[in-house]
Each structure stands twice: as structure tokens, then as C-alpha cells.
């Protein structure tokens, strides 16, 4: 089955940007829907935004709507997160993951594969 690489994750200042990649490990990646997870410390995993296996449908969590892009290249096998606004909230372990159903879903559960995870620093 397909797995999964996070990069990109680092120390930012309230107000910067990063960008997050995901790679694929084979082409089966464009078959997968996708979505990013996110987990600080002491509270449990939760969704950030998801991304059908075509690309055309997009959901977001209420916290992030506005700020966080999530974009998809099936060429190249990867999947991105676009942080613009960074907020100390926003702090944590950034997980992408994969659902063989293809949806665009924030059901943790529906996810079967997942990455080892990135971690994001919004601080002064």
C-alpha cells in the first residue's frame, strides 16, 4: 500500500507561512482522497482539511477556513498544506493521510495509511 512523507514543517513567527508536503510512495496516490490531521501536545488528533482523489472538493476545518490551502498534484504524487496567518494555535504534529475511498472527508477513521507526521511551531 501506499506511504506516506511529510516535510516542511519548522519554527514561524505569529502571522508567517509554510507550506507542507506530503509525498506519495507510487502512483496509487491518485486514487486515495486525502487530509490533513494535526495533534498538540496533550490533546487528541484532529482534522485540518481534505481533499478528494480528483482535486475537486475541498473541506476545512472551522479554525483554519481562510488561511489553510490544501492542494493536490497526481502527477508528482503529493499532496500540500498552504499555512498562510499562523497563529500559536496552530501548533502541533501535522499528519497527512490517506482513504482508499476517495472522498474529501474529516472522518479520522476512514483514513488507512498515514505518515509519520511534521512538526509545526508558531511562536514569538
Known amino acids: 500500500q501506499v506511504q506516506l512523507e511529510e516535510s516542511g514543517g519548522g519554527l514561524v513567527q505569529p502571522g508567517g507561512s509554510l507550506r507542507l508536503p506530503c509525498a506519495a510512495s507510487?502512483?496509487?496516490?491518485?486514487?486515495?482522497?486525502m487530509g490533513w490531521f494535526r495533534q498538540a501536545p496533550g490533546k487528541e488528533r484532529e482534522f485540518v482539511a481534505t481533499i478528494s482523489k480528483s482535486g475537486d472538493r475541498t473541506y476545512y476545518s472551522d479554525s483554519v477556513k481562510g488561511r489553510f490551502t490544501i492542494s493536490r498534484d497526481n502527477a508528482k504524487n503529493t499532496v500540500y498544506l498552504q499555512m498562510n496567518s499562523l497563529k500559536p494555535e496552530d501548533t502541533g504534529v501535522y499528519f497527512c493521510?490517506?482513504?482508499?475511498?476517495?472522498?474529501?472527508?474529516?472522518?479520522?477513521?476512514?483514513?488507512?495509511?498515514w505518515g509519520q507526521g511534521t512538526q509545526v511551531t508558531v511562536s514569538a
Open positions: 493521510a490517506a482513504n482508499p475511498g476517495g472522498w474529501a472527508t474529516p472522518l479520522l477513521t476512514l483514513y488507512t495509511v
Open positions: 507510487d502512483r496509487a496516490f491518485s486514487s486515495y482522497g
